[in-house]
Structure formats: C-alpha cells, structure tokens
C-alpha cells in the first residue's frame, strides 16, 4: 500500500511510559493533520496521574541520585501543564518491556496497517514488523549520528565537554541499532544559564514539534547521501558512572553553555548534520 501523502496521516507510535513518552504521544495525538490510530506504550498504566518524585533510587550514589531527581523533576516542570490540560488521544495499550515483538501485538499493527509507525523510547523492533513496514517506521534517535552511537548519547557529550553533539535524530528504522538512513536533525538549543537537564527536556519539546511536522509534511522528505565522516564515539550503558556525573556538573560549572556560545558558529560548520530544508523554520 502507497503512502498517504496529502491526506491526514494514519500512524502507530510505539513508546514507553515516562512522563516525557506521555507527553510525546498526548502532542502527537492533538494533531489535526494526524490520526493516531494506536500507542503502544511499555510501562504500567498509571489512568494519566502524575505525581513529583516521591521514591528513592535503590542502589545509587548521592550524586547519581541527585542526578536523576533532578531529571525526573524536571521532566515534571517542563510537560505537566500539557498533560494536565490536554486529553492523551493515543488509544494507549499498556504492554511489558520487550511485548512489541510478540506475535499478537506484530499481527494487529499489521492489520492495522498505518501510513507510518513512530517509535521513541521502545525495546528494540526485531524483523518480523520491520520487514512489514519498509520505511515506513521512523524512528528518533536521541543524539546526533554518526559523531555519538549508543546509550546516553546526549549525556556524553555533556561530559565530553562537546554539546555541538548534542541533539536527536529522525531516521528510517533498519535492523541494526540507530544505524538506518538518517532523515532529519537537530542540534539541541543552549542558553547561557542552562543545566543539563534544561537542555535535555527543552530538546524533548522541540523533537516532537518536529516530528509532528515531518510526518504532517512527510510528502516533502528528500533522500540524502549520508554523511561522510569517521564513526564517532560508542557507549555503553555502564559507562554513565558516578565519576562521569561529577565531570558533568563541574563542566556546566565552569562555563560550558558560555563557552559554548561563544564558538557555536564554528563548532557547527565543523560538525555537519542532515537537515530537510522545510523542517529548518520549525520550533
């Protein structure tokens, strides 16, 4: 079956169940040019309360602890006013970490058949659903590829002392892991007096009226060679240490936004990324 083009796009989102997965769907759900048919959604289903952290983090160090209270209270100040106020029109199913790939869950999104499938923040997608769908499942990569690969890959380059790195990135979904060919990105915007968490969620803002437009506007993608440059950086998820989050705050501590700013037109003419010319005027 062809693409809707012009019409009002019939999508499946495929996400978690963080208040910033929420907020994701519940934005993507409001659109008029956008029918979302179904969200699947892993995580527990909470019936749309929200509430400020509230529990302890099991096993972690004072900084690593401060650290992530700090994330999840942000993430509460920048997305609840939208979640309090605004319905989630997502058709929302609760499943397991992993569930997706089940057999029956793989089957009604294949009867289901949608123009699109958008996936933030899910368990890996295994073949069967990819060979389904061929690009057709846009998937967003929280980072700019190739300079970052792996987890925390907008965390790192805060602690590399490199935010020119930081950003997402829109790309068609293949069955390697962040490695299909890039649509669209977006470097992270930085203010003067932001921490690292600021510019995490403001980025979190800014990628889903981004993807919104680009699914709206899918009909205007252009295909582009990928960019020539040496593979960059690879992390896993253990090397976010303890360590790793002291440098961090002593980086924002001594002028990393400044410093920043301050070459910001040269670090991105050096460090080039894939852009679709209708998606530079977005928010």
């Given at each position: 079956m062809?693409i809707?083009?012009?019409?009002?796009?019939?999508?499946?989102?495929?996400?978690?169940?963080?208040i910033?997965?929420?907020?994701?769907?519940?934005r993507?759900?409001?659109?008029?040019?956008?029918?979302v048919?179904?969200?699947?959604?892993?995580g527990?289903?909470?019936?749309?309360?929200?509430?400020q952290y509230?529990y302890d983090?099991?096993?972690?160090?004072?900084?690593?602890?401060?650290h992530?209270?700090?994330?999840f209270?942000?993430?509460?100040?920048f997305f609840?006013?939208?979640?309090?106020?605004?319905?989630?029109?997502?058709?929302?199913a609760?499943?397991?970490?992993g569930?997706?790939n089940?057999?029956?869950?793989?089957?009604?999104?294949?009867?289901?058949n949608?123009d699109?499938?958008?996936?933030?923040g899910?368990?890996?997608?295994?073949?069967?659903?990819?060979?389904?769908?061929p690009?057709?499942?846009?998937n967003?990569?929280?980072?700019?590829?190739?300079?970052?690969?792996?987890?925390?890959?907008?965390?790192?380059?805060?602690v590399?002392?490199?935010p020119?790195?930081v950003g997402?990135?829109?790309m068609y979904?293949d069955?390697?892991i962040?490695?299909?060919?890039?649509?669209?990105?977006?470097?992270?915007?930085?203010?003067?007096?932001?921490n690292?968490?600021?510019?995490?969620?403001?980025?979190?803002?800014e990628?889903?009226a981004?993807?919104?437009?680009l699914?709206?506007?899918?009909?205007?993608?252009?295909?582009?060679?990928?960019?020539n440059?040496?593979?960059?950086?690879?992390y896993?998820?253990?090397d976010?240490?303890?360590?790793?989050i002291?440098?961090?705050?002593?980086?924002?501590?001594?002028?990393?936004?400044?410093?920043?700013?301050?070459?910001?037109?040269?670090?991105?003419?050096?460090?080039?990324?894939?852009?679709?010319s209708?998606?530079?005027?977005?928010?």
């Amino acid at each position: 079956m062809a693409i809707n083009l012009t019409m009002k796009k019939k999508v499946i989102i495929l996400t978690n169940n963080e208040i910033r997965h929420k907020y994701f769907r519940t934005r993507f759900s409001s659109s008029k040019n956008i029918d979302v048919l179904k969200s699947f959604c892993e995580g527990r289903n909470d019936n749309g309360v929200l509430k400020q952290y509230t529990y302890d983090w099991p096993d972690l160090s004072d900084i690593e602890e401060i650290h992530f209270k700090e994330r999840f209270n942000t993430e509460y100040d920048f997305f609840s006013d939208i979640l309090n106020l605004m319905p989630d029109l997502s058709n929302p199913a609760f499943i397991e970490k992993g569930e997706i790939n089940l057999e029956e869950n793989v089957k009604e999104i294949i009867e289901i058949n949608p123009d699109l499938i958008i996936t933030y923040g899910c368990s890996i997608i295994k073949p069967p659903l990819i060979s389904a769908f061929p690009n057709r499942i846009i998937n967003v990569h929280l980072g700019l590829s190739p300079y970052y690969f792996g987890a925390g890959t907008n965390f790192h380059p805060l602690v590399n002392n490199e935010p020119q790195f930081v950003g997402y990135t829109f790309m068609y979904m293949d069955n390697g892991i962040d490695t299909g060919e890039i649509i669209h990105q977006k470097r992270a915007t930085v203010n003067v007096f932001d921490n690292p968490h600021q510019i995490g969620n403001r980025l979190i803002k800014e990628m889903t009226a981004d993807f919104i437009k680009l699914v709206e506007k899918f009909y205007m993608v252009k295909r582009f060679m990928p960019l020539n440059l040496p593979k960059g950086k690879t992390y896993k998820k253990k090397d976010a240490t303890k360590e790793s989050i002291i440098k961090l705050y002593k980086n924002f501590a001594h002028g990393l936004c400044e410093n920043y700013l301050r070459n910001k037109t040269r670090l991105i003419q050096e460090f080039p990324i894939i852009e679709q010319s209708f998606m530079k005027d977005s928010l």
